[in-house]
């Protein structure tokens, strides 16, 4: 069974730091990784998706590694704001019933 | 509106009472499921449906049931709401590059 990995649970930074939050998984057969972004309160809010056959994905200030051999990823934020203090989660997949499995994520606080 | 949109966004229902959280899509997406969200838990799988009339169980169905009609509505029913379903249930669904998306979120609350 497929399981999903965030460490730390929550993590502070000072802002204009970069954020490092890693994810790990147990099964390396996955289609895709997925990174969501959860505000208190909200749903979940798609960052970005790599797919099984690319390295890495990049959306602005962020960027997203894949290596399937190891089975990690790693979500960069470049010079963070107050405003990325979210909780941020990793899914894997899908089934061929297109199924996720998801991380429990981890808090992050970009103190001013 | 385009996307997920799930209603009621928040409820308060009585122990025992039939209450139904309702899910639509406007994508075609085939596949859609749903979700709750509880403190201690993260996110546990409720049911899944791969098309119409093609549903299953996921990790936590008990009190639960679901039906999909069309393929942009996937109602969930708690037949008997209990106050261990107080939680906030998200429904979602996976577009044809496999990337997961969210509904806004139902908060319910069984008193």
């Known amino acids: 069974k497929q399981e999903v990995t965030q460490i730390p649970a929550a993590l502070s930074v000072p802002e204009g730091e970069n954020l490092v939050l890693n994810c790990s998984f147990t099964?390396?057969?996955?289609?895709?990784l997925q990174w969501f972004r959860q505000d208190p309160g909200k749903g979940l809010t798609s960052l970005l998706l790599i797919q099984s056959s690319q390295r890495e994905q990049t959306s602005g200030r962020l960027n997203a590694s894949l290596d399937k051999s190891s089975g990690r990823s790693t979500l960069y934020i470049a010079a963070s704001q107050p405003g990325d203090s979210a909780t941020y989660l990793c899914?894997?997949?899908?089934?061929?019933?297109?199924?996720?499995?998801f991380g429990a994520g981890t808090q992050v606080v970009v103190t001013p | 509106d385009a996307g997920i949109t799930q209603s009621p966004r928040y409820k308060i229902t009585e122990t025992g009472r039939q209450v139904t959280l309702m899910c639509h899509q406007t994508w075609s997406h085939s596949y859609m499921f749903w979700y709750r969200q509880d403190l201690g838990h993260g996110l546990r799988l409720i049911y899944y449906?791969?098309?119409?009339?093609?549903?299953d169980k996921g990790e936590v169905p008990d009190g639960y049931v679901v039906s999909r009609s069309k393929t942009e509505n996937f109602p969930l029913t708690l037949e008997s709401a209990t106050r261990s379903q107080t939680s906030v249930y998200f429904c979602a669904s996976i577009g044809t590059s496999y990337e997961q998306y969210f509904g806004p979120g139902t908060r319910l609350t069984v008193t």
């Open positions: 099964d390396s057969a996955i289609y895709n």
């Open positions: 449906s791969a098309a119409a009339d093609i549903t």
């Open positions: 899914a894997v997949g899908p089934d061929s019933w297109g199924k996720l499995q």
